[in-house]
């Protein structure tokens, strides 16, 4: 493996290496957590684009009722990064393809 100390490109030491294959490999198991995180951020901002709905002086109609449970479910019973990343495909306008339907 290879780095740049002052613009020069030289050869990591084994100890480097070592340290970088740690690092990277670390990365790689948060993958999933990572995924999800931006799930649930994606999840979290529609959710509070109807917070007002549940107000006490507002009325929720049920179709909203279960648009919002529908958000909380989300993320039940994703197990890997494939599974999360075809919730958050979006298309050409940035809308969320695989997401429930706001009524």
Same mark, same amino acid.
């Given at each position: ?7 020069? %490109? ?25 995924? !999800? ?8 901002? !529609? !959710? ?29 019973? %994703? ?8 919730? @958050? ?6 809308? !969320? @393809? ?6």
């Amino acid at each position: 493996m290879k780095k740049y100390v002052n613009g020069i %490109l030289t050869d990591m030491t084994a100890e480097e290496i070592s340290v970088r294959q740690a690092e990277e490999q670390e990365w790689n198991n948060n993958a999933f957590n990572r995924t !999800l995180e931006n799930l649930r951020f994606e999840r979290n901002q !529609l !959710l509070a684009d109807t917070d007002f709905y549940a107000n006490s002086d507002v009325t929720m109609s049920d179709a909203m009722k279960i648009y919002r449970q529908q958000l909380r479910d989300i993320t039940n019973g %994703l197990t890997t990064v494939e599974q999360i990343n075809t919730k @958050l495909e979006k298309d050409n306008d940035g809308n !969320l @393809l695989n997401f429930p339907t706001k009524p």
